[in-house]
T-cell receptor, first 112, second 113 residues
């Protein structure tokens, strides 16, 4: 398995634009997580899905953020409209039931 | 509120020396504790995972310990190498539905020649 695959690896966008981050979890993993990492706040859980169903989205900073998991092999994190303070590295991770989370390489988002 | 605290925040050591990183947690109910290594520009990679009944677990030059009574864990790195320079993150899983993870702030280790 190629591991958790995220795209794009880097994204630079202008304030106000819509940004969509994509994630393909490891096949067979039933949990998927979206994290945001900044120097100031470290790794923050945004939302996680279990069996494609959003379980806890309390970490989503505001209504500008939304996440979907239409099937077991794909998830998106959308920011609309984007703001400079959204600049961070966004990680997607997946895990089997009770197992360790495997992280993707992350998407470095810069909003100018 | 579930919390994971790590110390020190940063550490500089000379190549070949040993070091120990600390992790204190208040996560309930406790399920397991993992140490991750995160190289600059990459996602975290799991080093060890320990459940309630495990006191120590090794992975090469990395040895993790867990004291479930005091809710403390340590990661000991033996004979450090330049490639050990990274952030080390302690992650505690709560024993409830959905694999909830609480992350520590990490320790940034730099190994100098």
């Amino acid at each position: 398995d190629a591991g958790v695959i995220q795209s794009p690896r880097h994204e630079v966008t202008e304030m106000g634009q819509e940004v969509t981050l994509r994630c393909k979890p490891i096949s067979g993993h039933n949990s998927l997580f979206w994290y945001r990492q900044t120097m100031m706040r470290g790794l923050e859980l945004l939302i996680y899905f279990n069996n494609n169903v959003p379980i806890d989205d309390s970490g989503m900073p505001e209504d500008r953020f939304s996440a979907k998991m239409p099937n077991a092999s794909f998830s998106t994190l959308k920011i609309q409209p984007s703001e400079p303070r959204d600049s961070a590295v966004y990680f997607c991770a997946s895990s089997p039931e009770g197992g360790s989370a495997f992280f993707g390489q992350g998407t470095r988002l810069t909003v100018v | 509120k579930n919390q994971v605290e790590q110390s020190p925040q940063s550490l500089i050591i000379l190549e070949g020396k040993n070091c120990t990183l600390q992790c204190n947690y208040t996560v309930s109910p406790f399920s397991n504790l993992r140490w991750y290594k995160q190289d600059t520009g990459r996602g975290p990679v799991s080093l060890t995972i320990m459940t309630f009944s495990e006191n120590t677990k090794s992975n090469g030059r990395y040895t993790a310990t867990l004291d479930a009574d005091t809710k403390q864990s340590s990661l000991h790195i033996t004979a450090s190498q330049l490639s050990d320079s990274a952030s080390y993150i302690c992650v505690v899983s709560a024993g409830n539905a959905g694999n909830m993870l609480t992350f520590g702030g990490g320790t940034r280790l730099m190994v100098k020649p």
